[in-house]
Structures are given as C-alpha cells and as structure tokens.
C-alpha cells in the first residue's frame, strides 16, 4: 500500500534549526510537496522536490532521495510563526497525493 | 474574490439531513479537490475533478457526490449526513490536467459536525 510516516510531534526553540524528516512508500512518484499549517487554517504550499538533493528557499529548505524514500524540511532561524503542522506529501503514479499526517512543531522560547 | 472560497465556514448537521458544501475558485484552474481532514489522519481524497465536465472518486467517496459544470465551482453533496462524517473539509484546485506537478491551493475549510 501507500503511505508516509513522519513524527508526530517535535519541539525546537527559537533561533535554532529543526529537521523534519519524511519518508514514502507510493506506486510510483512523480514529486515530494512540504506544506504548512497553522491551527485552525488551510494548509499553503512550501515546496515541491522531484530530483534529489536540496532546494533553498530562505529560512526554509527542503531535500530529496529518491532512492531512499526520504524527504526532509530544514527549518533555519526559527520564529515563534513557525509554530504549525508540516504536511508531507507524494505524487504518486496517478499524480494524485499522498499525505502523511502532519508534524505538530512547537517552538518555544 | 481572491483564490479559493468555501461555505459555509462552519456547520452543525443532524444526522439524515442532505448538505451541500460549496467551493469556488476565480484562478481558473482546470483542476479541483475535495479532502476531508480529521485528527491523526493525513488529509484524504474524496473526489476530484481534472477539468470542468469530469470527476473522479478519491480515497474515500462513499457518502458524497460531487459535480462541475463550470470551471469554477465544485459542490460538494452528503445526500444523507453521518455522524462519522464530522470533519473539516477543504476544496482545493490546481492548474493541472492530472499528469501535471502543479501546486495545489486550498480554501479556508468547512468545519462541519454530525450530530
């Protein structure tokens, strides 16, 4: 079957980096989506990923492999904004998505 | 009207009644989705529609029917709610035919409890 596993939950304080890591199983992938969100809203896109390696979007970077499954979100600087469920997500064969259930991060100060 | 717009923004339903959620985009994106989002669980696919005229069954259709007779609207209908179908529910569209990577956008969500 299809699935995405990321943690649940992580916490990180202000000013530091925080890694969330994802990994997949999908017939077939066509792309690796990070999406954010706030409590109480809709998720907004962060990025998307279908060559390995690393993309940098300011604060915010994400990473693939192919080969290994495996996606992460490398948060910089981090804001008390930052605090919000990150969604993974897989195209699959069918370009339909796949989430995962979302990463609760919590930043304190 | 800027993006994705949804309403009712919230709902309170009594089990057996028909409810229409409403979904409306202005981006003129061909593509558009309908997930349910409960907590624990990734957001699911009920159905989607790749162009004005076509839908498509996501992950978990049973209980709702869709339609799209235009490109910018997307009903989404529970002909006969159940209380398992308390949920937020988010319409979502991307400029995208099905073989593309496009982002997808979502409205603000539909809170809606079966009681």
């Known amino acids: 079957g299809q699935n995405i596993d990321q943690p649940t939950e992580m916490t990180a304080t202000e000013g530091a980096i925080v890694q969330i890591n994802c990994t997949y199983q999908?017939?077939?992938?066509?792309?690796l989506f990070w999406y954010q969100q706030h409590a109480g809203e809709a998720p907004t896109f962060l990025s998307y990923?279908?060559l390995d390696g690393l993309e940098e979007k300011g604060r915010f970077s994400s990473f693939l492999s192919r080969s290994k499954g495996y996606s992460y979100l490398l948060l910089k600087e981090l804001q008390m904004k930052d605090s919000a469920s990150y969604l993974c997500?897989?195209?699959?064969?069918?370009?339909?998505?796949?989430w995962g259930a979302g990463t609760k991060l919590i930043i304190k100060p | 009207i800027a993006g994705i717009t949804q309403a009712p923004t919230s709902q309170i339903l009594a089990a057996g009644r028909r409810m229409t959620l409403r979904c409306t985009q202005d981006?003129?994106?061909?593509?558009m989705y309908w997930y349910r989002q409960d907590l624990g669980l990734g957001l699911r696919l009920i159905h989607y529609?790749?162009?004005?005229?076509?839908?498509g069954k996501g992950e978990v259709p049973d209980g709702y029917s869709v339609s799209r007779a235009n490109t910018d609207d997307f009903p989404l209908t529970l002909a006969s709610a159940v209380p398992s179908q308390t949920s937020v529910y988010f319409c979502?569209?991307?400029?995208?035919?099905?073989?593309?990577?496009?982002?997808?956008?979502f409205g603000p969500g539909t809170r809606l409890t079966v009681l």
């Open positions: 990923n279908v």
């Open positions: 981006m003129r994106h061909n593509a």
């Open positions: 999908t017939s077939g992938f066509n792309g």
């Open positions: 997500a897989a195209l699959d064969s069918n370009y339909q998505l796949i």
């Open positions: 529609s790749n162009t004005a005229g076509t839908t």
């Open positions: 979502a569209s991307s400029d995208s035919t099905g073989g593309g990577t496009d982002t997808q956008y």
